[in-house]
C-alpha cells in the first residue's frame, strides 16, 4: 500500500530535472550573498573602526542564526509543509542585505547580518528536502547537484565584493544584494511545483517506514557522522581559510598567484561535491564516506613536506576527496531516519556552518601561537577519525526504480 501511494507521488522526470537545475542555481546565488559577508570585513572595519573583538561578535551572530535554527527550520516543515518558505528565506537575506548597505551604526550591522543568517536558516533544510523529493529516487544525484551549486556560488562571494564593494564601500552592498531577485523569482516557481506535488502525503509514507536501524542506535549513529563531519570540516577551514597564507609564508609567493592556487583546490572541491552523491547511489553511502575521509590522509599527512608545485598538485585529490563526502553524509542521516529529512538537512547543515566557524577559529589561534605551518602539520590527522566510519551499519536507500 505504501509504495502505491509513494509512487503515485513520484514527480515526472522532465519537471523534477528542471525543478533539480533551479534549486541548485538558487543555492549558488544565496552562498554567493552569504559568503559577501566574511570578504566585506575590511570594508566594515575601515568604515565603522570596529575591533576585531566587534568583526567576531558580527560573525558569531551570522553563524548563530545562519546554524542553530536551521535544525528547527527543518522539525517545523517536517510537521508542517510550508511551500513557499523558500522564496520566503531569500527574501530575509535581501532585506538583511540591503539593511547591511544603510546601516549607521554597529547594532543595525548585527540586526541585518542576523537577518541574512535566518534567511540561510530557512533556505538550506527546505531546499534540500525538495531535491530529494525531485531526485526520482537518486537521492545522491540530486543531493550532489544542489550542493555543487553552493559551493560554486560560495567562491564567486570574494569576486563580487572585490570587483564592487572593495570600490564602492558600504552602500554598494544594496547592488549586490539584487542578485536575490532572480533567486526569489527561481524559488516562486519551485515551491509552486513542490506545493503541487501533494508533499504532505509523500511525507506521511516516509514517517510511518522502518528506521534503517533500531531506533536505539541512531542517536549512536549519528554521533558518528558528526564525528566524521568534524574531522571533513575542520581540515576544510584549515585549506579555505588558511592555504593562501600557508603558501605565501612557505614559498614566498604573492598574493594573487596564492588565489590561484586556492582557486585550484575549490574547482577540485566543487568536483568532488559533484561526484560523491552519484557513486553513493551505485556503491553505497557508506563506502563512500569511508573512502572520502580516511582515503585522504595520506595526502594531508604528506602535504607539510612538499615542494611548490607538488603541494598545489596533492591539493586536487585533497578536495575530490574531501568533497565528496557530505553529498553521501546527508543522503545517509536522511535514509538513517525516515521522515525526517528537513530535520536531518538542518542538523547536517547547521553542523556545517558551525564546525566550519569553530574549526577556523580554532586554527586561526594554533596559527598564532605555533605558526602557519603548525596548522597543516596537525591537523593533517584529522582524517584519521574517517576510521570511525567502521561503526556504521550498512543500509540500502530508495533505489531509482
Known amino acids: 500500500m505504501s509504495q502505491t501511494i509513494a509512487a503515485g507521488t513520484r514527480p515526472a522526470a522532465g519537471a523534477a530535472l528542471t525543478v533539480l537545475g533551479a534549486i541548485s542555481l538558487s543555492h549558488g546565488l544565496n552562498d554567493m550573498l552569504q559568503s559577501l559577508l566574511p570578504a566585506i570585513y575590511p570594508v566594515l572595519k575601515r568604515e565603522f573602526g570596529l575591533s576585531f573583538g566587534e568583526i567576531g561578535a558580527i560573525t558569531l551572530v551570522y553563524q548563530l542564526t545562519a546554524s542553530v535554527l536551521q535544525p528547527v527550520v527543518g522539525h517545523v516543515t517536517d510537521r508542517r509543509r510550508v511551500a513557499f518558505s523558500l522564496p520566503a528565506g531569500m527574501c530575509c537575506t535581501l532585506i538583511g542585505l540591503l539593511m547591511l548597505a544603510a546601516a549607521g551604526n554597529y547594532a543595525l550591522l548585527l540586526a541585518s547580518v542576523g537577518l541574512v543568517g535566518v534567511g540561510s536558516s530557512i533556505f538550506h533544510p527546505e531546499s534540500s528536502r525538495v531535491a530529494r523529493l525531485a531526485s526520482g529516487g537518486r537521492h545522491g544525484f540530486a543531493q550532489s547537484l544542489f550542493q555543487v551549486g553552493g559551493n560554486a556560488g560560495a567562491s564567486l562571494g570574494p569576486l563580487l565584493a572585490a570587483g564592487v564593494v572593495a570600490t564602492g564601500g558600504q552602500k554598494s552592498v544594496a547592488w549586490c544584494a539584487l542578485a536575490a531577485v532572480p533567486g526569489i523569482m527561481l524559488l516562486t516557481y519551485v515551491g509552486a511545483w513542490y506545493r503541487e506535488q501533494g508533499t504532505a502525503r509523500a511525507v506521511a509514507v516516509h514517517a510511518v517506514a522502518a528506521p534503517a536501524v533500531g ?34 609564508q612557505r614559498f614566498h609567493l604573492p598574493v594573487r598567484d596564492a588565489q590561484y592556487c586556492l582557486f585550484i583546490y575549490l574547482a577540485a572541491f566543487a568536483a568532488g561535491t559533484f561526484l560523491g552523491g552519484p557513486i553513493g547511489d551505485r556503491i553505497g553511502r557508506k563506502r563512500v564516506i569511508w573512502v572520502s575521509i580516511l582515503g ?57 556552518f558551525g564546525l566550519g566557524g569553530l574549526g577556523a577559529a580554532s586554527l586561526g589561534l594554533l596559527a598564532d601561537r605555533a605558526g602557519i605551518d ?8 584529522l582524517p584519521a577519525l574517517g576510521l570511525l566510519a567502521a561503526f556504521l551499519p550498512e543500509h540500502r536507500g530508495a533505489r531509482h526504480a
Open 215 to 248: 531506533r536505539g542506535r541512531v542517536a549512536w549513529v549519528m554521533t558518528v557522522l558528526m564525528a566524521l563531519m568534524l574531522s571533513k570540516f575542520f581540515y576544510t577551514a584549515s585549506m579555505s581559510n588558511y592555504y593562501t597564507f600557508y603558501l605565501i
Open 296 to 352: 585522504v590522509l595520506p595526502f594531508t599527512l604528506v602535504l607539510p613536506y612538499l615542494g611548490f608545485w607538488a603541494t598545489v598538485a596533492i591539493t586536487v585529490p585533497i578536495g575530490l576527496l574531501l568533497a565528496s563526502a557530505f553529498p553521501a553524509i546527508v543522503v545517509y542521516a536522511q535514509e538513517l531516519v525516515p521522515g525526517r529529512v528537513g530535520t536531518v538537512a538542518g542538523l547536517m547543515f547547521g553542523l556545517a
Open 374 to 381: 603548525a596548522v597543516f602539520r596537525i591537523s593533517a590527522f
